[in-house]
């Protein structure tokens, strides 16, 4: 029989949040062929003279090989005054862009108040640091990233309820999501997504991504995963009862939570193109 429960964290809304427990983080990367070593000797010095002529900040910031790369994990608390070295020892999720390399995790705020905070560093300088995600009472974390290869950087951060306006959280920029807000109820730790701008950390789209109980309040959800497809942003998660279908309508579940989930969503995060779930249809 499905359990129908509101999964809520031990320290919800005014309290700090629940660690996620951490996933493994994955970069891919492209083997250098033996054989060919020779000529990206060769290369190599060639690039070098080319470089030269660039600007420095376009020489950092053009990656050496287009590859995607993506880092899911525990959320851990830095600040924007801190180092990389100070950031990287802190062992939260990060990604490479080229030379550069960008960070999430949390701000505290006050003893029971946390703010997302994402942070990128050029060649161990820091180039942009944001904070000012969600900058509410409620607890708010960022525990993934997904550079998709291109001009594209996505964020995982998480919510427990709405508390104060829409500028100053994420509904800013999930006005045209998937989902545009937290909905209905607080307490259950739910997922938000945002494109970011690598150059400067700015939001420029967003959705949250939410379970939902039979009464239709919000359930907990949070994610596991990210890879690319395409041009697609795939996301795996735990979803508690229950997860919900690409038409936003909470799934038919049977077992206790939670579920597997897997979402497919498009680039710019305003639609769903195909979600699945054990024991869920």
Request: glycine share 8%; with cysteine.
């Amino acid at each position: 029989m499905p359990t129908d429960h509101q999964h809520v964290p031990k320290h919800a809304l005014h309290c700090p949040s629940v660690a996620i427990a951490p996933c493994p983080s994955s970069e891919n990367r492209f083997p250098q062929s033996f054989p060919l070593a020779p000529f990206t000797r060769c290369a190599a010095r060639v690039a070098s003279l080319t470089v030269g002529l660039l600007p420095l900040w376009l020489a950092i910031a053009l990656p050496a090989q287009a590859t995607v790369s993506a880092s899911v994990g525990e959320s851990v608390e830095f600040s924007c005054q801190d180092s990389e070295s100070v950031v990287r020892q802190k062992g939260g999720p990060v990604v490479t862009i080229g030379r550069s390399r960008i960070y999430i995790g949390y701000r505290q705020v006050s003893a029971n108040n946390k703010n997302p905070i994402v942070v990128r560093f050029n060649r161990g300088q820091r180039a942009w640091c944001r904070a000012d995600y969600e900058i509410t009472a409620d607890d708010g974390e960022g525990y993934g990233l997904l550079w998709d290869g291109s001009s594209a950087l996505y964020a995982v951060f998480s919510a427990t309820g709405t508390q104060g306006t829409a500028s100053q959280d994420y509904r800013r920029f999930t006005r045209q999501g998937w989902l545009t807000s937290y909905g209905s109820g607080g307490g259950p730790k739910v997922a938000v997504l945002a494109r970011l701008n690598p150059t400067n950390g700015a939001p420029t789209a967003g959705t949250f991504l939410t379970a939902q109980l039979s009464s239709g309040r919000s359930n907990s959800l949070e994610v596991t995963g990210l890879s690319w497809t395409g041009s697609r942003l795939v996301v795996t998660a735990n979803s508690w009862f229950s997860p919900r279908r690409a038409n936003r309508q909470p799934m038919s579940c049977s077992g206790s939570s939670p579920f597997f989930y897997r979402v497919v969503f498009s680039g710019d995060l305003r639609q769903v193109f195909r979600a699945q779930s054990d024991r869920c249809s």
